[in-house]
């Protein structure tokens, strides 16, 4: 894919295996695990069950379809929260992403 084309700002709706990571108030490791409703190359919408206080940094590992890449790959942000919805049981959670990098994952058996 384009990286030109997702810095764009164009939206794409996919649905992927994601986890995020921030810190406490009291500055301990937080996981969640969720999926992905929207990205694009500046930010990400997620369907994950916590809530956040807005600009609470967040890393975001989303793990890429071997469908898609051929060998097992994930992409990981840096980001901050700037939107949290809850409807439902599900809450949404969009983030700006700062920084981003790819890294191969190794494969779940």
């Known amino acids: 894919m384009d990286m030109n084309f997702l810095r764009s700002g164009a939206r794409i709706p996919v649905e992927l295996p994601v986890e995020i990571s921030w810190k406490n108030r009291a500055g301990r490791p937080q996981r969640a695990q969720g999926k992905t409703a929207i990205m694009s190359g500046n930010g990400v919408y997620l369907s994950i ?46 983030a700006i992403i700062d920084d981003y990098r790819f890294r191969p994952a190794h494969r779940v058996v």
């Open 49 to 94: 069950p916590v809530r956040l206080r807005a600009l609470t940094p967040i890393s975001i590992t989303v793990n890429l379809p071997v469908e898609i890449t051929r060998t097992p790959f994930q992409l990981l942000c840096q980001g901050r929260v700037v939107k949290q919805e809850k409807s439902g049981a599900s809450a949404g959670l969009g």
